[in-house]
């Protein structure tokens, strides 16, 4: 067998590359153009063989297939090793030129094939689609004019944004955020075009926002925002074709969406608000036997809306309307079939309730204004409410299941209060709906004030008679009672918590509705012309003039909040006055997420709130009083007045009422160089 050649500096000389293919157990891909030939030195080329020719493919013969084992073997014998055995030596060795220039050929062929692989034809392809898409997107909203001057100033922000957004997705076609700001640009600009308008039409603006919103949850599943603004656009494209099979299946579609949002997000009564005005809207779409299901599902969401947020007027509203028309669809079929059920003088009492407390939480508001003047007659004045509840022997809250009486109760704005026996009969039994059983002859009875309440739930206890149970904690011992059903309760629990509201809020539910002292009369049915104005989606803000109240409390006594210890005054009324926010804020204050940064010598100060987004930490700069640089500010305060402040806001004020917030000191210079860039 000949010994291999060697160079005089040890150098081996360079193998045939065709006796490398022959070596090579597993050959690499041949690539699909041939490269140019690198020129090899006449030294070097007379010192290798002669290639072979290769065998036709097509033959498969054992013979062909043995010589060539056998030939493979002799080569590996005689030649150095081929370049795949080079990575397990262990040894050093210099690589020539060519070497490398084919290392580096074959490193960059088979990205060749790959950019001609189906695969990457594919997402060629859906480059350019999502491309076609954004060029209608912004084509759409380049045509979009503002009927006024505020309104063509507010929509050239608006298409400088959606510029912006369009090239981070074409940067990053899987930017959720950047395609979920782009959706609600869209869903903005349509509010900019008047309902008769052809082109743009406010229809393909939304349809093209919904769109958005679709691919940013499939890329983002836990997205909840995206599916609550997505049901909203929906809603707005149903609203638009009026009452049709197309708007039937549009407005199922958004309480499908809304109900993610909801599963996504339950601390949101907004959602639930606009969830049951879905529900409410595709109840008068749908056959009647479908209809009462529907409407109760709609009733079960807003109470749902008012037990995360009291004071959500709006929610407050919709309930009353509803249960009015509940009440309207039960009297026109005859009355209710199941003696369980509410009759129809209970339902329209029910609704004057709602509808009273919604105006005395905003007694401006024209639509609670007239509707109080529709329902005020179903009222049992002078008081709110009047019902039965079933109560043990006054200040005797153990006394055995036998000793419990169901007597009468009555709710005003000071009160609940237990009629003593010999003054029920002046109540009006149609308000009633049952006789009354024997009371106790004791003079004594049950009495909550209002002012001393701390919390009121249901409660399931052994130790209480059979029914719904009621427990109103107070200030000095839980107060138990027994509703007649659970449909029942639901009634006792919202009266009396919008009683507490009102009375938090510093209001009377008499003074603010303009409630006279009339005698009680029965509620008839209203005319064909009188009908309760419904659709009110947006959230309700709490009154500034008590929030200051409490803040100059709070700044005066430095009282340390904590939103689980409901008997602390401050706390307990801020959660009424901004709900969710409050909650939120109370969060950032506790991980230390306020700074004040103080520019020097000039004593200016901004405040900077660290956010509660789990998958960035933006800093929002934020005046407590009139401004904060976060989205919600501008959408939800500013744009749709659906809050008093944004919790970074709330998060500035508790921190700077409290101390509790991290001091950080800047030149002015510097402080004026970070508010430049707001």
Known sequence: MPEPEESHNGVQPEPNPQSLTDQNPNPQPEPQSNPEPVPVPAAQARSEPEPRSEADPAVNNDADLSETAIRSNHTV?????????????????????????NGLKNESEPDKEDSNSPRTHQSQQQQQQQTQQNNAAMELINSVVGADEEGRSRQRILTFAARRYATAIERNPDDYDALYNWALVLQESADNVSPDSTSPSKDALLEE???????????????????????????????????????????????????????????????????????????????VREKQKIVRTAISKFRAAIQLQFDFHRAIYNLGTVLYGLAEDTLRTGGSANAQEVSPNELYSQSAIYIAAAHALKPNYSVYSSALRLVRSMLPL??????????????????????????????????LQQVPKGEQRQVPQTLAGRSTDAANGDKKTIKVDIADIVSVSACADLTLPPGAGLCIDTIHEPVYLVADSWESLDGWLDAVRLVYTIYVRGKSYLASSNLKDTQNRKPQSTTAGARLEVGMSESGSASSLVAETVWKEIESTRTVLCLKRLRNPHAHRLHFIFGKNMEGAARIVDQRGVSRISGNPSGRFVFQV????????????????????????????????QQLSCKHQIAARLAASLGAYVELNVSDEELALLLSKI
């Open 77 to 101: 014998d005689a030649n150095p090793p081929a370049q795949p055995q080079l990575r397990k030596d262990e040894g050093n060795r210099t690589f020539t030129m060519r070497e490398l220039l």
């Open 209 to 287: 926002a919904c769109k958005k919103y679709d691919e940013a949850t499939r890329l983002c599943p836990t997205l909840h925002d995206a599916f609550y603004n997505w049901a909203i656009a929906i809603s707005d494209r149903a609203k638009m074709r009026g009452r049709t099979k197309e708007a039937e299946e549009l407005w199922k579609q958004a309480t499908r969406n809304y109900e993610k949002a909801v599963q996504l997000n339950w601390n949101s009564p907004q959602a639930l608000n606009n969830w049951g005005l879905a529900l409410q809207e595709l109840s008068a779409i749908v056959p």
């Open 382 to 415: 002078p008081h709110l409410k009047i019902g039965y509840l079933t109560a043990p022997p006054a200040g005797r809250s153990l006394a055995p299941h036998n000793d419990w009486k169901r007597s009468e109760f009555i709710l005003d704005h000071e009160r």
């Open 610 to 641: 660290t956010g509660e987004s789990p998958r960035k930490k933006d800093h929002y700069l934020c005046f407590p009083h009139h401004f904060c640089a976060c989205y919600s500010f501008f959408y939800d305060v500013l744009n749709r007045r």
